[in-house]
């Protein structure tokens, strides 16, 4: 029985090419499987960048880059809302800007470059996390429309010199 708000995948495994097996003799789906629903605007898969461009003890400055899809048949006037918080002193930093996404646009690029006072600085000693939580806001028809997407990220720089070796926040 299925209703008409029912999403009904049915899977059917066809295994008579090859019917034997040396070490398993079955087939299938073996393993737990997820569906994704996204909104008709979002964030494309793996669609978000942070980039730490300097950071010491005092500020550090950073971009997020966000690729936005819209399969709408109409430009999307998106809010873009990033929150960071840290995951150890529990301080939150926001920063927002408005994109315009084309209908159809599946590769929509927004970047916002930001600065932060006093980041608790990732390193190996000492892990400091961020979580990020990027908000879209837009209408679609008439009503508002959210989509929320976290990530887990780092404050660092690191670099590698030929007579310095190996520094992550300027320490070696």
Request: hydrophobic letters at 35%; proline letters at 0%; glycine letters at 16%.
């Given at each position: 029985y299925a209703s008409s708000d029912d999403l009904v995948v049915s899977v059917r495994v066809e295994h008579t090419d090859i019917s034997d097996s040396r070490w398993y003799n079955g087939s299938g789906i073996n393993r737990p499987v997820e569906i994704e629903v996204h909104e008709q605007?979002?964030?494309r898969e793996h669609g978000t960048a942070f980039t730490t461009l300097t950071a010491d003890a005092s500020s550090a400055t950073f971009r997020i880059a966000t690729a936005l899809a819209n399969d709408t048949a109409e430009t999307a006037t998106v809010h873009v809302h990033h929150e960071l918080r840290s995951l150890?002193?529990?301080r939150v930093h926001a920063f927002a800007l408005d994109a315009e996404v084309p209908a159809?646009?599946?590769a929509s690029q927004v970047e916002i470059t930001a600065e932060m006072p006093q980041p608790d600085l990732?390193?190996?000693t000492n892990p400091h996390l961020y979580q990020l939580t990027t908000t879209l806001i837009w209408t679609h028809?008439?009503?508002e429309r959210r989509a929320v997407y976290e990530e887990t990220v780092g404050i660092r720089t690191f670099r590698?010199?030929?007579d310095r070796g190996f520094s992550i926040n300027g320490e070696p």
């Open positions: 605007v979002r964030v150890t002193s529990g159809g646009a599946s990732w390193s190996d028809s008439g009503t590698f010199d030929a």
